[in-house]
């Protein structure tokens, strides 16, 4: 989930007024950082609602054919918004009449002013009412009483599950019966399954362990690091302070607050989104909070134990010696701001983050460089010294385990309430000692690791390097030898490991008992390396070596097809964008898994990978291409019962209950679990 508000930009609808500046109207866009020609912003107006893929000389064709005349037209890929600029007003009157709501790609072209780069909210703003509070943006919810929170939470879920049942009927293939699950939603509501409830979080105030700081100008013009006031594809690039914004620590806004201080007197500019140069992008502040239980009652500043804090930047056109000077700058002013802060504040790990692309959003392989926390007057140092970037890394605890956590690896925001969705996760998967529980987007491994010592053998995948490295180094610190973590993309290698382990047709093939017996001695031998582990050992290991020990010595050797784990489970936690295809392909047709626990931190994506789980098969499965224009045209229901057709023939799995889980208090988003079975 994105640290910041909005939605992406396919998903934005922006009704609301589009708080872009004329600095988007400069001409000379990039060729550096400079102001451009001014101009008049009377005459000057934004187009929304633009196909995110234009460019500007697809929007000057596009205004030409339909007879326009203009001055100066600009659109940037990703952005659904364009700027038109022209010669007079009848040619603006003009062009208003002829495109204000006219189609594009199924869209109505919306026509709004282009705010100036300096407003004053109370006298030069012409609607003030209508331009948010950081507040408003990141916390949309946070005047409701919690109470009412979860209620609107939890009416927004049963919605998602009426939409689940409502696509699956639309997905099923003629000439069959509709699944047993969707004739039943009728006696709940239309509901695909029945929602348990919600589970509140533990803390609602201050909870964030991580937040992203971006870097801009606030609609009054001021250098600021805060929060942007919407999604910048949709027309927003206003930052402002993040005042008041109960799921914030304080000591994650005095940070923001000491860099603020800090980019007022640099050197080098920040980073400028409209022509993709300038330097200071972005702040991190991630926190490790201290083992226990903590309530809403305690402060939470007490909670925080370790701090890092990753600076974001683009050295691209930069002096290196420069650059040298302002980061010895900058480690310097959060060191004096955290001592100088009453309480001081914790100053564990500061890291430099280098990137160069458009968005904010930097691949797990950016570069990263550790920086030295300068000591204070009596020689003390609150934080690392060294360069070895290994050591950049701060600890978090759940469930009275204690997780090792990289500058860039995922760990959830919202430890306390974790720790209860992680339990529900567990208690719905129907885990014991002959489990092998498969975690898929495992992150840095609390969702294994939290639940190894319920089951026989926990494998992790995940993509991210060094959050695989994370959760073999939290695998070692709490002494849990029975799990094992693959850093791969769940699509490449979910079939290959479900075969692997579950298949009993692969163990019944003829095999030289000599491998066999070196296969099981590799597993015992990766599963022993703690031996202070107070762990289960994966089931029957000890038996099968017995088993296949006997084989040797006999005269007529014997083949054993039993399944090394009798009962397979697995628990999905993916990003926004829902599970790739050919993972849900794997779930879906290997015979021997029974169990899902699907966790969704976007249930829209929940629903869409639910039609393709839970819907029959086709009889004739169809590998019709109808093209990626048509798809990309598709919502994310319509997409999945486009696929579901392609889906070999399997059985399909079937919603057995829902629960919300609320990670996210004064904001509308919220997890939801759902327990798949066949």
């Known amino acids: 989930m994105s640290e910041n508000v909005g939605k992406s930009g396919e998903e934005e609808e922006e009704d609301g007024d589009v708080l872009f500046t004329e600095e988007m109207m400069d001409e000379n866009d990039g060729e550096g950082c400079g102001d451009g020609v001014v101009h008049d912003l009377s005459l000057s107006k934004c187009l929304v609602h633009l196909p995110?893929?234009?460019?500007?000389?697809?929007?000057k064709k596009f205004v030409r054919e339909q007879g326009v005349e203009f001055k100066f037209a600009k659109k940037r890929r990703g952005m659904v918004v364009g700027f038109l600029t022209f010669e007079n007003a009848e040619q603006l009157q003009r062009g208003l009449e002829v495109l204000d709501g006219k189609a594009v790609n199924n869209k109505n072209l919306k026509i709004a002013d282009v705010l100036p780069r300096t407003i004053d909210k109370n006298n030069g703003t012409k609607n003030p009412a209508k331009i948010k509070s950081a507040r408003e943006a990141v916390t949309p919810l946070a005047d409701l009483s919690y109470a009412d929170q979860l209620e609107q939470k939890k009416a927004?879920?049963?919605?998602?599950?009426?939409?689940?049942?409502?696509?699956?009927?639309?997905?099923?293939?003629?000439?069959?019966?509709?699944?047993?699950?969707?004739?039943?939603?009728?006696?709940?509501?239309?509901?695909?399954?029945?929602?348990?409830?919600?589970?509140?979080?533990?803390?609602?105030?201050?909870?964030?362990?991580?937040?992203?700081?971006?870097?801009g100008y606030s609609v009054e013009g001021k250098l600021t690091v805060g929060f942007m006031l919407g999604n910048f594809s949709a027309g927003v690039t206003a930052v402002e302070e993040a005042v008041d914004c109960p799921n914030i620590s304080k000591i994650a806004c005095r940070y923001a607050s000491i860099f603020q201080s800090f980019l007022e007197k640099s050197r080098l500019p920040v980073w400028n989104r409209f022509k993709s140069c300038g330097f200071w992008r972005q702040l991190t502040v991630r926190e490790g909070r201290k083992p226990g239980v903590f309530s809403n009652d305690e402060d939470a500043n007490t909670r925080i134990a370790e701090v890092m804090l990753m600076v974001q930047v683009c050295t691209t056109g930069t002096d290196e010696a420069e650059v040298a000077t302002e980061f010895e700058e900058m480690a310097k002013a959060f060191a004096e701001g955290a001592r100088a802060s009453s309480p001081p504040l914790p100053l564990t790990v500061l890291v430099v983050q280098d990137h160069v692309g458009i968005s904010n959003v930097a691949p797990p392989d950016c570069p990263l460089r550790l920086l030295p926390i300068p000591m204070s007057d009596n020689g003390t140092n609150q934080g690392q010294s060294t360069n070895v970037l290994t050591e950049a890394r701060i600890h978090d605890h759940i469930n009275n385990l204690r997780f090792s956590i990289s500058p860039t690896a995922f760990f959830q925001v919202n430890?306390?309430?974790?720790?209860?969705?992680?339990?529900?996760?567990?208690?719905?998967?129907?885990?014991?000692?002959?489990?092998?529980?498969?975690?898929?987007?495992?992150?840095?491994?609390?969702?294994?690791?939290?639940?190894?010592?319920?089951?026989?053998?926990?494998?992790?995948?995940?993509?991210?390097?060094?959050?695989?490295?994370?959760?073999?180094?939290?695998?070692?610190?709490?002494?849990?030898?029975?799990?094992?973590?693959?850093?791969?993309?769940?699509?490449?290698?979910?079939?290959?490991?479900?075969t692997e382990y579950l298949d009993e047709s692969e163990m019944e093939e003829a095999k030289p008992e000599s491998n066999a017996k070196d296969g099981v001695d590799k597993?015992?031998?990766?599963?022993?390396?703690?031996?202070?582990?107070?762990?289960?050992?994966?089931?029957?290991?000890?038996?099968?070596?017995?088993?296949?020990?006997?084989?040797?010595?006999?005269?007529?050797?014997?083949?054993?097809?039993?399944?090394?784990?009798?009962?397979?489970v697995a628990i999905v936690d993916p990003p926004r964008p829902g599970l790739h295809p050919d993972v849900i392909k794997a779930l879906r047709t290997h015979p021997r898994l029974k169990t899902l626990v699907y966790i969704s931190c976007n249930?829209?994506?929940?629903?869409?990978?639910?039609?393709?789980?839970?819907?029959?098969?086709?009889?004739?499965?169809?590998?019709?291409?109808?093209?990626?224009?048509?798809?990309?045209?598709?919502?994310?229901?319509?997409?999945?019962?486009?696929?579901?057709?392609?889906?070999?023939?399997?059985?399909?799995?079937?919603?057995?209950?829902?629960?919300?889980?609320?990670?996210?208090?004064?904001?509308?988003?919220?997890?939801?679990?759902?327990?798949?079975?066949?």
Not at 52 to 59: G, H, N, T
Not at 445 to 472: F, K, Y
């Open 156 to 215: 927004s879920i049963m919605q998602m599950l009426k939409k689940l049942t409502r696509n699956a009927r639309k997905a099923c293939p003629n000439g069959k019966s509709l699944p047993e699950w969707v004739l039943q939603s009728r006696e709940i509501g239309g509901l695909s399954c029945k929602l348990e409830g919600i589970i509140e979080s533990p803390v609602t105030n201050g909870y964030r362990n991580k937040c992203e700081f971006s870097t």
């Open 415 to 498: 430890t306390s309430a974790a720790e209860k969705l992680y339990s529900l996760a567990g208690d719905w998967a129907d885990l014991g000692p002959d489990t092998l529980l498969f975690d898929v987007c495992c992150g840095t491994g609390t969702i294994g690791l939290t639940l190894a010592h319920r089951v026989g053998m926990v494998i992790g995948i995940e993509m991210n390097a060094s959050a695989v490295s994370d959760a073999e180094r939290n695998a070692k610190i709490n002494g849990i030898s029975n799990c094992k973590f693959i850093c791969s993309k769940a699509e490449d290698v979910m079939s290959s490991l479900l």
């Open 523 to 568: 597993q015992i031998s990766s599963t022993e390396e703690m031996s202070n582990s107070e762990h289960v050992l994966p089931p029957n290991i000890h038996e099968e070596v017995q088993n296949i020990e006997q084989k040797d010595s006999s005269s007529e050797p014997e083949r054993s097809t039993k399944p090394r784990f009798k009962n397979v």
């Open 52 to 59: 995110i893929k234009w460019q500007s000389d697809d929007l």
């Open 603 to 678: 249930p829209e994506t929940l629903v869409a990978n639910a039609i393709e789980l839970c819907t029959p098969s086709f009889e004739k499965v169809n590998q019709e291409n109808k093209g990626h224009q048509r798809r990309r045209g598709m919502g994310t229901a319509a997409l999945a019962r486009h696929r579901a057709k392609k889906m070999p023939a399997s059985e399909p799995f079937r919603p057995v209950k829902a629960m919300a889980v609320d990670l996210f208090p004064h904001t509308d988003h919220c997890e939801m679990v759902m327990l798949l079975q066949r």
